[in-house]
C-alpha cells in the first residue's frame, strides 16, 4: 500500500512508500504491564479487554459509537523517511508509551517518531457521517486512513479533544488506520504541564502519543456538534446554545426537554425558566438535571447544576468567596492526576472517584486540578459526587512571546471543553511564571477569560509572578518572600484573585485587597515517607517528618498548620490549596502514598481541623473584626 502524500511529523518532511499488511488487534495474549517500582490496586486488574470501556463524553452522550481502546501495533522511528516497514509489538490504548499499563514502558527520545495502526469498521448507514475522535494525543498528530491522510495540517495540542470526519476516507468493514505523533515533551512551545526529559524535584516522566480513549461516532448528516449551558439561579433560567453541523440548513432548530418542560431553540439558543423550588448544586448537595437535545434525526443526552460562584465583600468590605449566594472558605488540595502505571492516564474510572471519595471524607470541598486537564469523566465524576475545581492551564516551556498563539488556542480549548461542568468554578491562567509572557500579554489573557466566560472567577497569575515579575514579581529568594512589590499599580491589575505560594511553617497571606480575594494557592507540602511505598530512594518534602511513617506526628503538624490557616481566613483570606493529594514520583508530600495503598492520616480528624478553619472564617464574615 502506496501513501500518496508527505507527512510533516515533528520538523520533518518525508515521503511515505513502504507497504505492509494490516493485522487483526484483537485479543490481548502476550500483553504484560511493564516493570514499574510501585503499582495500583486498579493498575492491577488492568486488562485489553477492560481498558477504559466507559463512553468518553459524558456531558453529551449519543448512540452508535465504537469504543477503539486496546491493543494496536506501534513502531518508534528516528528521523525515518517512510512509514515503518515493520512493526514493534503491541501497545495497550489509551496509556502512553512510557507508562507501564501501556505494556511497553519505554521512553521516547528527542527525535523519535512513535506511530500506531489498527483495522476500523466503517460501515454505516447511508446519509451517516463517520467521526474519529481521539481525546487526548501528545503533541502532533497526523492520521491516515487507507494511506490518505485526513487532513492537510497536522493537529497540534496535547492535552484536549479532536474530532476528524473520516467518512470520505473509509470503505467496507475493514480500513487501515494509522496514527502518527511526535512529542517535543520540553524542547518546543508546547504546554505539557510537568513532563521532563530529566524527571526530578518537582517535574515527572513524560508522556507521548494517545494516552486518552479514541472512538468512533457515527452521526446524521445534521448533528449536534457541542453545546453551552449557562444556569442563572438569581433569574432561575437555563440558556442553552448549540453548534450543529448541517449542510443544509445555517442555524436548525434544536429541541430540548429539560425539568419536564420542551422548547425550541432560535438562532441557535434558548432560554428555559426553570420550575419554582429548583434545587441548587453544591458539594452537600450535588443535584444535576438530565436533559434531551434533539436536532433531525440527531439525539444527544446531557446534564447541567444550577449554581453560582463569585465573591463579595463582607461586613468589613473584605472580599470572601460565595456558592450560591452564601459566604464560602473553600479548602482542598493540589492535585497533580498522576499514577505509578498510568502516569497520566488513570488506571480506571474507579481510580479517579476514589480519589475524588477520599478528599470529601477528609472535609475538602475543593481541589486545585495541577497543570493538567483530566479526561472529561473526571470531570462528571466530581458535577456527581459533588466538589469544586479550579482549573490550572498546563504550562508551556520555552520562549513565552513565541508560544502565545498556540498557548491561546489551547487555554480557550480547555475553557470551552469544561464550560459545561458546574464543578468548576475558577480558571488558572498560568502557575509560578511557568510560560507567563510579558506583562501586556499577561493582562490581556486575564481581560480576556473574564469576557470568554463570565460565569467563573480567574486566578491568575497563581504564585510568584502576579503581575511581570522583576522588580514587580513576588517570589522566593534568598530565604525570605519578597512581598514589598508584589502588586501593580491598581488601574494595571487583573484576575479576581491575588494568590500566594508559601511552603514555610506559618505561611503568611497577602495583604487584604480591594479589587481581588486573598488566596493561599499552595502551601504545607509535609513530607511524610512510608516505606515500601516509595518510587525512588530520593524522596522529598518540604517539612520531612522522618525516615518513615509517623502518622500521629503528621497528624499533629497538620492540624497545627490548619489552625494557623483559620487564623489567616479570619484577617481575610478567602481559601487554601494543600500540596498536595497523594506523593508524586520523587514527591513525598502527599496525604496518600502514589500507589494509594497507604492513606497517611485519619479523616475524621482532617475533616474536624477543616471545619474549624470554615467556622472561623464563617464568623470572620458576619463579624466587626479588625485586621
Not at 284 to 300: I, K, Q, S, W
Not at 387 to 395: A, F, G, K, R, Y
Not at 486 to 508: A, F, I, L, M, T
Amino acid at each position: 500500500m502506496k501513501y500518496a502524500k508527505g507527512i510533516f511529523c515533528g520538523a520533518l518532511s518525508f515521503a511515505l512508500g513502504a507497504s505492509y499488511g494490516m493485522e487483526n488487534q484483537a485479543g490481548g495474549a502476550g500483553w504484560f504491564p511493564a516493570p514499574v517500582p510501585l503499582k495500583t490496586v486498579w493498575g492491577e486488574k488492568v486488562t485489553p479487554e477492560n481498558a477504559w470501556r466507559e463512553y468518553p463524553r459524558p456531558q453529551m452522550v449519543r448512540d452508535g459509537w465504537v469504543n477503539l481502546n486496546g491493543l494496536w501495533d506501534y513502531a518508534v522511528t528516528k528521523d525515518a523517511p517512510e512509514v515503518p516497514r515493520t512493526w514493534d509489538e503491541r501497545i495497550l490504548v489509551p496509556f502512553a508509551i512510557e507508562s507501564s499499563l501501556s505494556g511497553v514502558g519505554r521512553l521516547l527520545e528527542p527525535g523519535e517518531i512513535l506511530w500506531y495502526r489498527r483495522t476500523i469498521d466503517g460501515t454505516r448507514k447511508p446519509g451517516e457521517r463517520l467521526l474519529l475522535n481521539f481525546d487526548a494525543v501528545d503533541f502532533r498528530t497526523q492520521v491516515f486512513v487507507n494511506g490518505r491522510e485526513v487532513t492537510d495540517v497536522p493537529h497540534e495540542g496535547g492535552q484536549l479533544p479532536f474530532t476528524l470526519d473520516i467518512t470520505d476516507f473509509v470503505s467496507g468493514a475493514s480500513n487501515e488506520l494509522v496514527v502518527c505523533t511526535w512529542d517535543p515533551t520540553e524542547d518546543f512551545v508546547n504546554s505539557r504541564g510537568k513532563q521532563s526529559f530529566r524527571p526530578g524535584g518537582c517535574f515527572y516522566t513524560r508522556v507521548s502519543g494517545i494516552w486518552q480513549t479514541v472512538w468512533l461516532e457515527r452521526v446524521p448528516e445534521t448533528y449536534i456538534e457541542d453545546y453551552r449551558v449557562t444556569t442563572d439561579i438569581d433569574a432561575g433560567t437555563v440558556t442553552f446554545r448549540f453548534d450543529v453541523k448541517s449542510p443544509k440548513f445555517a442555524k436548525p432548530e434544536v429541541e430540548v426537554t429539560v425539568a419536564g418542560l420542551q422548547g425550541r431553540t432560535e438562532n441557535g439558543a434558548l432560554v428555559v425558566k426553570m420550575p419554582a423550588g429548583f434545587k441548587l448544586w453544591s458539594p452537600e448537595e450535588p443535584n444535576l438535571y438530565g436533559f434531551t437535545a434533539t436536532c433531525g434525526e440527531d439525539r444527544v443526552d446531557g446534564y447541567f447544576g444550577m449554581r453560582k460562584f463569585d465573591m463579595a465583600p463582607d461586613a468589613k468590605g473584605v472580599l470572601r468567596f460565595r456558592l450560591n449566594n452564601k459566604f464560602r472558605y473553600i479548602l482542598g488540595t493540589l492535585d497533580q492526576g498522576l499514577w505509578p502505571d498510568g502516569l497520566l492516564t488513570p488506571p480506571s474510572e474507579e481510580a479517579m472517584a476514589w480519589d475524588v471519595k477520599l478528599l470529601k471524607d477528609a472535609g475538602f470541598d475543593m481541589m486545585r486540578k495541577h497543570i493538567k486537564v483530566e479526561p472529561r469523566r473526571y470531570y462528571a465524576l466530581c458535577d456527581r459526587l459533588g466538589i469544586l475545581v479550579i482549573q490550572d492551564m498546563p504550562s508551556g516551556t520555552g520562549d513565552a512571546e513565541a508560544r502565545y498563539g498556540l498557548y491561546r488556542r489551547e487555554l480557550k480549548e480547555m475553557m470551552d471543553r469544561l464550560y459545561n461542568a458546574p464543578s468548576v468554578v475558577m480558571w488558572i491562567p498560568y502557575n509560578e511564571s511557568c510560560g507567563q509572557p510579558g506583562p501586556v500579554q499577561t493582562r490581556n489573557t486575564l481581560l480576556w477569560m473574564k469576557r470568554h466566560d463570565p460565569t467563573r472567577l480567574v486566578d491568575g497569575p497563581s504564585g510568584w509572578h502576579d503581575w511581570e515579575g522583576g522588580d514587580r514579581g513576588m517570589g522566593w529568594a534568598n530565604g525570605e518572600w519578597n512581598t514589598s512589590r508584589h502588586r501593580p499599580p491598581e488601574e494595571e491589575e487583573s484576575g479576581d484573585v491575588v494568590d500566594r505560594h508559601d511552603y514555610r511553617e506559618k505561611p503568611e497571606m497577602l495583604p487584604v485587597n480591594p479589587r481581588r480575594a486573598s488566596f493561599l494557592g499552595e502551601f504545607g507540602g509535609l513530607g511524610c515517607r512510608v516505606a515500601g511505598h516509595l518510587w525512588t530512594a530520593n524522596a522529598w518534602g518540604y517539612g520531612d517528618t522522618g525516615k518513615d511513617a509517623d502518622r500521629k506526628a503528621f497528624e499533629t503538624k497538620y492540624v497545627n498548620l490548619m489552625d494557623h490557616v483559620g487564623g489567616l481566613a479570619a484577617k481575610g483570606l478567602a481559601g487554601s490549596v494543600y500540596t498536595q493529594t497523594t506523593d508524586v514520583e520523587g514527591e513525598i508530600n502527599g496525604l496518600v502514598t502514589y500507589d494509594r495503598k497507604v492513606v497517611k492520616f485519619d479523616p475524621a480528624v482532617f475533616a474536624e481541623a477543616h471545619r474549624r478553619v470554615r467556622e472561623v472564617a464563617e464568623k470572620a464574615s458576619r463579624a466587626d473584626l479588625q485586621f
